[in-house]
């Protein structure tokens, strides 16, 4: 049973395209994450949501939308993209109280041509 | 703003040494976590450290957390070749947000 997957696994596409990334966990948590990972391998926070609502809006273009339709799914829309986009993106999850760790999943690898 | 730093950032060892790997953070906070991530795969949870002074081992990892000196460290007693992997401290710094370090990225040879 995956606890937290992210569709699709590769994305290869070109400068200007608008793509989006699909994230669902059934662990029960209410808080959601998404992460970028550049090629040194820095992770850093991009957007968290509890509970459908938006707690963490990092420094990052408004080209990068999250949509949260319900507590176990959050997208990552993003338009015309750019070769500095180029990343693994992941997404998390955890339960709202602290204390515990998040649960990453396997990634979503996106190469801008 | 908080920042995390982690060293060595790449750490070469024979089987069977014992290294540490050392987690630095500017700000207060008593929340640490320790990830693995082996390469083109996802994050796994290895330690949570909640308070000062907390210790946690698993097999040859130990993890420990002084708060007031803000390090955390990673130890590997007597490394076997299966520990290789990129190893990640992360700070919780206010609702839920994780800093995290640059990774360590340990390579265990025979």
């Known amino acids: 049973d995956t606890a937290v997957s992210q569709t699709p696994k590769y994305l290869v596409t070109q400068m200007g395209n608008d793509k989006s990334i699909k994230c669902e966990q059934n662990?029960?948590?209410?808080?959601m994450y998404w992460y970028k990972q550049d090629s040194k391998k820095f992770l850093k926070i991009m957007f968290s949501?509890?509970?459908?609502?938006?707690?963490i809006n990092e420094t990052v273009p408004n080209r990068f939308s999250p949509k949260s339709p319900d507590k176990a799914h959050l997208n990552l829309h993003i338009n015309s993209l750019e070769l500095g986009d180029s990343a693994v993106y992941f997404c998390?999850?955890?339960?709202?109280?602290?204390?515990?760790?998040?649960?990453f999943g396997d990634g979503t690898r996106l190469s801008i041509l | 703003e908080l920042k995390v730093e982690q060293n060595p950032l790449f750490l070469s060892m024979q089987e069977g040494k014992n290294y540490t790997i050392y987690c630095n953070y500017s700000t207060t906070s008593d929340r640490l976590y320790w990830y693995r991530q082996d390469p083109g795969k996802s994050l796994e949870s290895l330690f949570v450290?909640?308070?000062?002074?907390a210790v946690k081992q698993e097999g040859r990892l130990m993890a420990s957390l002084d708060t007031k000196a803000r390090l955390s460290t990673l130890h590997i007693t007597a490394a076997v070749h299966d520990l290789s992997a990129t190893y990640f401290c992360?700070?919780?710094?206010?609702?839920?947000?994780?800093?995290f370090g640059q990774g360590t990225r340990l390579t265990i040879n025979p």
């Open positions: 450290l909640l308070s000062n002074g």
């Open positions: 998390a999850s955890s339960p709202m109280m602290g204390n515990q760790p998040q649960h």
């Open positions: 662990l029960g948590h209410d808080t």
């Open positions: 949501y509890n509970n459908k609502e938006l707690i």
């Open positions: 992360a700070v919780e710094w206010g609702a839920q947000k994780l800093v």
